[in-house]
């Protein structure tokens, strides 16, 4: 069973604070990718990490790939009110059927002004 | 400019009466999938479609039914809403086999059992 973990579930911070968001698993991934999901909509997709040791920024969001593409994080620089969501990580296994996204659990993100 | 669509957005229905949730895609892919979340927890994958091959979780009950008449459009049915099953339904598409493309999210539909 491929499992990812991801911490913290919950952090509530104020604005203008930094955070960091971790996935981790032990099975390697084809790629992995990153969403943001507001309450009452669907998730959308921020980036996708395929390479090892891969950065991808956006904004002030900072997504790194480990090396050996079994984890990552998303680090949030000087966070605005306008980042509170639940952010999502998905390790991707694609094969010839479609395959599909292993979700992580969750992050519960509160910026308060 | 809608690529995935779910009707209806939020769905009442009572214990036991069967319920049909409806989703389709204007982006022509072939893979499309059906997820279940509960309030602050990650998409749970219940099954998805290869084109008109059906991929069933090894965990999801038999209370939950899929079908996929054609390319764009895809149903979950399930036959007998128990107060457990009350959660965010997600519907996603996704291009082709290549681990770097995405699987685009509809906005959902929210399922109450009274």
């Known amino acids: 069973t491929q499992l990812l973990e991801q911490s913290p579930q919950f952090l509530s911070i104020q604005e203008g604070e930094n955070l960091t968001v971790y996935c981790n698993s032990s099975?390697?991934?084809?790629?992995l990718q990153w969403y943001r999901q507001e309450p009452g909509e669907g998730p959308v997709l921020l980036v996708t990490v395929v390479t090892g040791g891969e950065v991808k920024k956006l904004k002030r969001l900072t997504f790194q790939f480990g090396d050996a593409r079994k984890d990552s994080s998303l680090h949030i620089t000087a966070a605005q009110p306008g980042d509170t969501g639940l952010y999502l990580c998905?390790?991707?296994?694609?094969?010839?059927?479609?395959?599909?996204?292993?979700f992580g659990q969750g992050t519960e993100l509160s910026v308060k002004p | 400019d809608a690529m995935v669509i779910q009707n209806p957005r939020y769905q009442v229905t009572q214990f036991g009466k069967p319920v049909t949730l409806s989703c389709s895609q204007t982006?022509?892919?072939?893979?499309m999938y059906w997820y279940q979340q509960k309030s602050s927890q990650a998409p749970k994958l219940l099954f998805h479609y290869y084109d008109k091959d059906f991929n069933n979780e090894a965990d999801t009950p038999d209370n939950f039914q899929s079908r996929r008449p054609n390319t764009s459009f895809c149903f979950l049915d399930i036959r007998s809403p128990g107060l457990g099953d009350a959660a965010m339904y997600l519907c996603?598409?996704?291009?082709?086999?290549?681990?770097?493309?995405?699987?685009?999210f509809g906005p959902g539909t929210r399922l109450t059992v009274l």
């Open positions: 998905a390790g991707a296994f694609y094969y010839n059927q479609g395959g599909k996204l292993i």
């Open positions: 982006l022509n892919h072939n893979v």
């Open positions: 996603a598409t996704l291009a082709g086999t290549s681990g770097a493309e995405e699987q685009f």
């Open positions: 099975s390697v991934f084809s790629s």
